[in-house]
C-alpha cells in the first residue's frame, strides 16, 4: 500500500519559516518524481515546486527565492522549506510522488499551513 505522508504545517507569522516533510512507503522513492501542491480556499491547486528523480528543480514563480524543495532517497521523504513565508502563502500544501517510468502519481492527504499575524 502506497503512503504518503505530510507533516511540519502549521500556523506562522508572516516572514517566519516552515519546513514541509513527505514521508513516502510502499513505492521505490528513488525512481520517483516528487512535487508540493498547494489550494488556498475557493482557488484552484497549483504546483508550487518539483524535484526529479534526478534532482532537478523547478519552482513557481511566486516562490523562486523562497522555498527550496529537496529529497533523500535513503529516508524516502522529500522536503518544502519555506521561508520569507506570507500570507498569500496559506493554503493546504500536498504532495505529490509520479514515476519517472509509465507516471503513475500518488498524493498525500494534505498539510494546513496558515501565515498570519
Known amino acids: 500500500q502506497v503512503q504518503l505522508v505530510e507533516s511540519g504545517g502549521g500556523l506562522v507569522q508572516p516572514g517566519g519559516s516552515l519546513r514541509l516533510s513527505c514521508a513516502a512507503s510502499?513505492?521505490?522513492?528513488?525512481?520517483?518524481?516528487m512535487g508540493w501542491y498547494r489550494q488556498a480556499p475557493g482557488k484552484q491547486r497549483e504546483m508550487v515546486a518539483t524535484i526529479t528523480n534526478s534532482g532537478r528543480t523547478n519552482y513557481v514563480d511566486s516562490v523562486a527565492g523562497r522555498f527550496t524543495i529537496s529529497r533523500d532517497n535513503a529516508k524516502n521523504t522529500g522536503y518544502l522549506q519555506m521561508n520569507s513565508l506570507k500570507p498569500e502563502d496559506t493554503a493546504v500544501y500536498y504532495c505529490n510522488a509520479v514515476a519517472a517510468v509509465g507516471g503513475r502519481s500518488y498524493w498525500g492527504q494534505g498539510t494546513q499551513v496558515t501565515v498570519s499575524s
Open positions: 510502499g513505492i521505490t522513492f528513488r525512481l520517483y518524481g
